[in-house]
Every structure is written in C-alpha cells, then in structure tokens.
C-alpha cells in the first residue's frame, strides 16, 4: 500500500522568508500524481500544487514550488516571500495513475505559522 | 470557492442515530469522493462514485453507506453513530479519468455526544 510522510508536524517562518516543507511517498507505481493541498482555519482544503511523475520538470505556481526527486520519492514544497495568508496545514497527497482508483493518500501533515 | 457544495455545515447528534451528508459536485464532475478527517486517524478515504456507480471503497465503517444520484449529487449515510465517529466530513469532485485534480468542499463538522 502506498504511504505518504510528512516528517515536520510544525514549522514556522519569518514573513517575507522562505519555507521548505517535506514529503516523502512509497510507492511500487512509476507512475503517479502528487499534490500539496493546504487546510486553513476555515478547514477547507485548498490545492495548492500538483506534478506528475512522469514529468521531469518540477512544478511552479507563483511562490509554491516543488522539487520532486522520483528516484528518492521525495517531494518538497518551498514557499518563497512568506505571507501571513499562507499560515495553514499543508497536507502532502499521492494519488495512483488508476482509472478506477483515484482516491488520494494523504499524510499527516503540517502545520506552519509565519511570524510577522 | 471551489464550486463543491456541503450540507450541513454542522451537525451535533447522539449516540446511536443516524445522519445524512450531502454534496454536490462542481459543475461537470462525474466523481464524487467522500473524505473523513479526524484527530487520530487524518485524513482518510472513505468512498468514491463515479457517474452513479461505486467505484472504490476505502477504510469505510458497514454502518457507513453512500450513494450517487442521477443528477449526480452524493449522500453519506452514518448510522448507529459512536462518539468515534466525530470528524470533519469532506467531499470532493472530480472529472475523473486521466489527469484531474479532486476539489474539496467545506466540509459537515459533525460531532456526536
């Protein structure tokens, strides 16, 4: 079975710094997607960022980025110029390349505090 | 907001009854996935239907049942419900096949006394 590891339950960040939080996935499957979602306050779940393992390049959106290392079956997510928005549970996710089993895995997550 | 509606918000209940979740997909999802997030297990995959039909199960409790409708909204259906069985519920959605991305509702907080 697959299993996702979040290794930090908390980090935190000066705001306007830059923040790397890790992942690490085991899988027998070459291929696969992996998503970082992000959980608020509010508790809603909100993606954050998506790649899939078939493709080298790492994956950017605005100030979330990944380094995704398939052989290591890691998959980090860095947040440059830290904002107070960004304070939340960040949740690692895996999900198979499975038409018929899509659920996603979730690890345990992280919860980051940006200090002002 | 991610275009997935959850009803109730919030339920309190007692022990031993029965409550219905309800979710509606974004618009031109075919699959619904049921979610349950707790203090001592995370967040879990409890279900998923794809255009009516079940299509896979996961750590789902046989007091537990869902099912999809033909305008494809979803019901979570908990019963003889035990203190264990407070959590935040969440639905998502998804087109399904190949590469999509699941979009989360807000969530049924339900806890039971």
């Known amino acids: 079975a697959q299993t996702v590891t979040q290794s930090q339950p908390e980090m935190s960040v000066q705001e306007a710094e830059t923040v790397t939080l890790s992942c690490t996935y085991d899988?027998?499957?070459?291929?696969?997607?992996l998503f970082w979602y992000k959980q608020p306050p509010s508790r809603q779940m909100i993606l954050v960022i998506r790649?899939?393992?078939?493709?080298?390049q790492n994956a950017t959106e605005n100030r979330f980025s990944v380094n995704f290392q398939k052989a290591a079956k890691s998959f980090s997510l860095k947040i440059s110029d830290s904002q107070l928005g960004d304070a939340a549970m960040y949740f690692c996710a895996y999900r198979r390349e499975d038409f018929g089993n899509e659920k996603l895995t979730f690890g345990t997550g992280t919860r980051l505090t940006i200090i002002p | 907001d991610s275009g997935v509606t959850q009803t109730p918000k919030h339920l309190i209940t007692a022990t031993g009854q029965r409550v219905t979740l309800r979710c509606s997909p974004r618009?031109?999802?075919?699959?619904v996935y049921w979610y349950q997030q707790s203090l001592d297990q995370g967040l879990q995959f409890l279900i998923q239907y794809y255009n009516g039909e079940e299509r896979a199960k996961g750590n789902i409790l046989e007091r537990f049942s869902a099912q999809q409708f033909p305008d494809l909204h979803s019901e979570l259906n908990l019963s003889s419900l035990e203190l264990g069985d407070s959590a935040l519920y969440f639905c998502?959605?998804?087109?399904?096949?190949?590469?999509?991305?699941?979009?989360f509702g807000p969530g049924t907080r339900l806890t039971v006394l």
């Open positions: 618009s031109g999802d075919l699959s």
């Open positions: 790649q899939e393992a078939y493709k080298q």
């Open positions: 899988t027998s499957e070459s291929d696969y997607y």
């Open positions: 998502a959605s998804s087109i399904s096949g190949g590469w999509d991305t699941q979009y």
